[in-house]
């Protein structure tokens, strides 16, 4: 893929330069206070790069999904929390159609190493259509245009995808760079072996990736609740465990293809009920009863899939091995999340948003190589989409 081969920041002359980059300051709010400021943090290497190299730094973003102009989706605290770690003004331009006369006053006024932010990207309604008029205003604002926006790029827009056809330089933020370097790699030039671990609810909804990951790795560790449907496809009963009977022939289908590049859990916890406290029990491959649900791997299937990631120089984690927002059910995932952490030698990737929970609820995020920043748009990654954000941007 031309994923991997994308123009960066450094690749461009910014000095002087109105530059515009689409950030993801899509943070959570509360009675319009930031309460997460973990994605403006994110995005300060490029802006604090952009403001040393003498650009013009014009910022735009998303927030949530306003219908219309309406002060709850403001981006004006961005700005304020922006300005406070950066140690210098921000200026926001208050303009409900985003780029009108406020915003273009505000940017004419600029001098080399200044910032504006430009008001929500969602406040006009043909963003998320990536209509043409909207785009082109984007454009009039840019000599240079750079996305660090991974959580987007998996969905064409005005502010990643439509202003690009306008200006002439388009190309990496660090963030995305960071993203395409780790999940590219990983996925695509893997240091071998490669395991990927497989969890989270559905079957359904990571068909695409285990699909794209069955050819590329040499492990397939699958846990979570998909995983019963392929012990299901193995012809053992599962009780009132998570089950998608639409895609046991997939699973079937799957495993044979895989021979034994694919492992499934060899032991289950159970539950009565699907609830934290519930009474439980650990079964072996098979064991699972009627009337009983699976809701984590058991300490067999831990000790497997510990010995297997132990030899790995490249994992790729997507989907949590049970239901980890119940402390009792947490231990499996917590335990893959250890075993990755105390890998010395491997690149560790996690996608996906509740692995990512996951991950950081066990407090190991800082032990991963790469933690990507977007859930849907990860996953897409590694279901080998080309994500438009990024091919968008021009090729070195
Ligand atoms: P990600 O966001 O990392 O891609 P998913 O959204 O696919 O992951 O799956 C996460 C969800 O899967 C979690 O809410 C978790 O509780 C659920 N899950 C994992 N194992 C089980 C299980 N055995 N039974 C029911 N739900 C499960
Ligand atoms: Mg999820």
Redesign the pocket.
């Known amino acids: 893929m031309s994923m991997t081969n994308k123009k960066t920041i450094e690749d461009v002359a910014v000095q002087g330069k109105r530059v515009l980059v689409r950030c993801d300051f899509n943070v959570p709010l509360k009675e319009g206070a930031i309460t997460d400021d973990t994605r403006i943090v994110a995005a300060l290497p490029t802006i604090q790069y952009l403001i040393n190299n003498g650009a013009k730094v014009i910022l735009c973003s998303h927030l949530g999904k306003p219908k219309g102009p309406s002060p709850e989706f403001s981006l004006a605290p961005v700005a304020a929390r922006l300005s406070e770690l950066l140690g210098k003004d921000v200026v926001f331009a208050a303009d409900d159609n985003i780029v009108g006369e406020n915003a273009q006053k505000a940017v004419a006024e600029m001098k080399d190493g200044d910032v504006v932010l430009l008001e929500n990207t969602r406040y006009r309604a043909e963003e998320t259509k990536n209509g043409e008029a909207l785009s082109k205003e984007f454009a009039s604002l840019a000599d240079v245009f750079v996305d660090d926006a991974f959580g987007t790029a998996h969905r064409a827009h005005c502010s990643n995808v439509g202003v690009t056809q306008y200006v002439k330089d388009c190309v990496a933020g660090y963030l995305i760079q960071k993203e395409i370097q780790y999940l590219g790699n990983a996925v695509n030039a893997p240091v071998r072996p490669l395991v990927a671990v497989l969890?989270?609810?559905?079957v359904s909804?990571?068909i695409s990736v285990i699909e794209n990951l069955l050819d590329k790795v040499d492990k397939l560790l699958i846990?979570?609740?998909?995983?019963?449907t392929f012990m299901k496809a193995k012809g053992y009963e599962v009780g009132d465990?998570?089950l998608e009977p639409d895609f046991i022939d997939y699973a079937k289908e799957m495993m044979a293809k895989a021979g034994d590049k694919l492992v499934l859990p060899v032991d289950t916890v159970i539950g009565k009920e699907?609830d934290n406290d519930t009474e439980t029990k650990i079964v072996p491959e098979g064991g699972i009863e009627a009337g009983w649900?699976?809701?984590?791997i058991g300490p067999k299937t831990v000790e497997l899939f510990s010995d297997i990631l132990k030899t790995a120089k490249t994992v790729v984690w997507?989907?949590?091995?049970?239901?980890?927002?119940?402390p009792n059910?947490a231990k499996g995932?917590n335990a893959i999340a250890q075993v990755l952490a105390t890998l010395e030698d491997a690149t560790t990737v996690i996608?996906?948003?509740?692995?990512?929970?996951?991950v950081n609820q066990a407090g190991l995020g800082d032990k991963m190589t790469h933690i990507s920043t977007g859930?849907g748009a990860s996953?897409e990654y590694l279901e080998g989409k080309d994500l438009p954000g990024i091919a968008a941007l021009n090729d070195k």
């Open positions: 969890g989270g609810s559905k909804s990571k846990g979570g609740g998909m995983a019963y465990s998570l699907f649900q699976g809701l984590d997507n989907g949590p091995m049970g239901v980890f927002e119940m059910f995932t996608g996906g948003g509740d692995s990512v929970a996951a859930g996953l």
